[in-house]
């Protein structure tokens, strides 16, 4: 058997390119599902009934579907219905938005949760709204307690990023097969991915731990 | 408010959870630089009757009037009457993510809308007033209790409040820090602060108070002066319930 590790370094453009694809989708995607999770979260637990229903629905939707199927549903059913279809790239994001907006509501949700009710008063007996409590004293604290979630949810999401290689986004996973396809050097490419994954997402869980720890709340 | 005007009148207060009545007719008055103490065995209402003053809770029936008008049930028009009432609670609750000068700019900063400088200008001046100005960069976790509740006070005295309802302040503190926050209660009360404190420190209700009110099972069993309550109580429930805390008078 021969290796020929010369295949990762000559398509090292293509891989580079694959890689800021893959961050991009990341960034990209939590960018949206942060402001877009505690949106939710809030309509869910604060919401007129029939829209936190409507949260609530969106939510166990998103959450219980397998993410590969929510791509492809992306990238297939809204040309067929609507004849507009979007880039592979901003379905991709679509999908992945969809999917880990869901979880984060769920994740604030719980963190709203865990503040205790003598904080909301200490805020209302000052003469803030609710949105004005909810903004300067629960969502802050809230925001603080999750983060060692976020971060679990923030490296899942850089690995799930690989999924919509099935719709043919040129992040990293997609570039590595396409390589793997066109040379045969099967075992240098998924080595050479596994390797660009987890040096990524080691540092990531390791910041965001610290970023918990330096942020974190003692009470 | 003039001196002695009636600031807060309560007019056979009801308030019910469920089937449980815990105020069963309140009648009390709090004069404008009065400090009225309500005290009693716990769950005898002295603090419900507190959180119905600011509509933390509303109340079943009666009604309370608040600088001669009637309190409002709508949540807007509340809001503006809380920003003349401070409220001090016994888990303190400052807000643990903020130190302590941002705790005390909170409220002027996100309520009363004043700029930043003006905020820490008001926020500085009234942690220097509870003796706490070299703390205004500490967060809440590296302060004693007693220093939490101090900045509390601090909190709810930078909205320039007419009324300060205090729910128990010192029920959690270490009794080595007690006095601390009953000498800024007293500090205040010599300064004229109209005061409604809750409380189980039966020395600061004779030393401090102007009128104290016997609460048991949701109503005042007797009301008065200090020197009433405590050196000549008219009811057989005061005369108990001051016996069972050791009072000899």
């Known amino acids: 058997m021969s290796f020929d590790w010369s295949v990762v370094w000559q398509h090292r453009d293509a891989l580079i390119a694959g890689t800021a694809t893959t961050i991009l989708l990341t960034v990209a995607t939590m960018a949206i ?28 939707f998103f959450r219980n579907l397998p993410l590969i199927l929510v791509v492809f549903w992306a990238f297939y059913v809204p040309p067929i219905l ?12 679509a999908a992945l938005a969809l999917n880990v907006t869901a979880y984060n509501a769920e994740t604030f949700r719980a963190g709203i949760n865990s503040i205790r009710r003598g904080q909301v008063e200490a805020a209302m007996v000052l003469g803030m709204n609710r949105v004005q409590a909810l903004r300067r ?46 040379s045969f050097r099967v075992l240098e490419m998924l080595t050479a991915m596994a390797a660009i994954y987890w040096l990524l997402g080691y540092p990531q869980a390791k910041l965001v731990d610290w970023i918990q720890r330096r942020f974190a709340i003692t009470e | 408010m003039a001196a002695g005007a009636k600031i807060i009148r309560y007019r056979g207060v009801i308030k019910r959870y469920g089937g449980f009545q815990a105020l069963g007719g309140v009648d009390l008055d709090v004069h404008a630089g009065e400090v009225v103490c309500l005290i009693g065995p716990s769950g005898s209402g002295k603090s419900t009757l507190l959180r119905c003053t600011n509509g933390l809770e509303a ?56 700029d930043l400088v ?43 409040p007419d009324v300060m309802l205090f729910d128990e ?81």
């Not at chain 2, 905020?119 to 590296?142: C, E, H, I, Q």
């Not at chain 2, 009794?175 to 010599?190: C, F, N, Q, R, Y």
Request: glycine share 8%.
């Open chain 1, 33 to 60: 599902a942060v402001p877009c999770g505690i949106i939710v979260a809030i309509l869910r637990l604060y919401g007129w009934a029939p829209v936190r229903a409507l949260a609530t629905a969106y939510v166990e």
């Open chain 1, 82 to 93: 609507t004849g507009l279809g979007l880039s592979p790239l901003a379905t991709g994001l």
């Open chain 1, 137 to 182: 004293v629960v969502v802050p604290q809230a925001v603080r307690r999750i983060l060692p979630v976020l971060a679990s949810t923030w490296v899942s999401l850089f690995k799930d990023t690989s999924l919509v290689s099935v719709i043919a986004v040129t992040e990293l996973a997609y570039v590595s097969m396409q390589i793997r396809a066109q």
């Open chain 2, 59 to 114: 109340i079943d029936g009666g009604d309370i009037e608040f600088e001669g008008a009637m309190l409002p049930r709508d949540e807007r028009a509340l809001r503006a009457v809380r920003t003349r009432m401070g409220m001090v609670f016994q888990s303190f609750e400052l807000f643990p993510h903020l130190t302590a000068l941002e705790n005390v700019a909170e409220g002027p900063r996100t309520v009363l809308r004043n």
């Open chain 2, 118 to 160: 003006e905020a820490n200008r008001r926020a500085t001046a009234m942690l220097a007033k509870v003796g706490l100005a070299d703390k205004a960069s500490s967060y809440p976790s590296a302060l004693s209790g007693g220093q939490q509740q101090r900045v509390a006070i601090a909190r709810a005295l930078a909205m320039e």
């Open chain 2, 169 to 249: 302040p010192t029920s959690a503190l270490d009794p080595e820090t007690i006095g601390e926050v009953l000498s800024v209660m007293k500090k205040l009360a010599d300064e004229g602060m109209t005061m409604v404190v809750v409380t189980h420190e039966m020395t600061f209700a004779r030393r401090v108070g102007d009128w104290v009110a016997v609460f048991d099972t949701g109503r005042i069993v007797e009301q008065g002066p200090p020197t009433q309550i405590f050196d000549a109580p008219t009811t057989e429930r005061t005369r108990d319930f001051l016996s069972h805390l050791g009072w000899t008078g």
